[in-house]
């Protein structure tokens, strides 16, 4: 089993960090969205893939350091990767969300906090060891285009 080291506990805080930024920018556009009257769950899918975009340039960026590799090929596929995954779990918030407002009869926006991390963290998951993983897909294409 691989040791997590200081630049995995490193990588990890970072991520966390642009994770919470992130989460603002979702947040605050939802809470914005939802004030003007847009319905709740457009409001969710809105606010969720601005807060990707956002999220995903931070990451490349801060977290996985890969400043130099701006190539448009492997960006557009980096960031084809990063937002099929966030579909998926764009998919499973708005569910989830579904279920505690809809169902549960829960506060919305509390809701959405709540559900915002059981998120950050299937994301972290799914970039790390999918998206911006050394010795992937990804990193082939740096070879190649090298």
């Known amino acids: 089993m691989k040791r997590i080291g200081t630049k995995g506990i490193l990588q990890f805080?970072?991520?966390?960090?642009?994770?919470?930024?992130?989460?603002a920018v979702n947040l605050a556009m939802f809470y914005i969205l939802l004030l003007i009257g847009v319905?709740?769950?457009?409001?969710?899918v809105v606010s969720?893939?601005?807060?990707?975009?956002?999220?995903?340039?931070?990451?490349?960026?801060?977290?996985y350091?890969?400043?130099?590799?701006?190539?448009l090929r492997l960006l557009f596929?980096?960031?084809?990767?990063?937002f099929a995954t966030r579909i998926g779990t764009t998919v499973i918030e708005s569910l989830l969300l579904f279920i505690c407002v809809d169902i549960f009869k829960l506060h919305v926006f509390y809701s959405k906090i709540g559900i915002?991390?059981?998120i950050i963290i299937l994301n972290y998951i799914l970039s790390t060891f999918f998206v911006f993983r050394q010795g992937g897909a990804v990193d082939d294409d740096k070879q190649r285009y090298s």
Not at 48 to 63: P, S
Not at 65 to 71: E, K, S, V, Y
């Open 13 to 23: 805080f970072k991520y966390g960090l642009m994770g919470s930024i992130s989460v």
């Open 39 to 44: 319905n709740y769950l457009l409001s969710n």
């Open 48 to 63: 969720y893939f601005v807060a990707t975009l956002v999220f995903f340039l931070l990451n490349k960026i801060y977290v």
């Open 65 to 71: 350091q890969q400043r130099d590799n701006i190539r």
């Open 77 to 82: 596929k980096e960031f084809s990767l990063f």
């Open 116 to 118: 915002s991390v059981v």
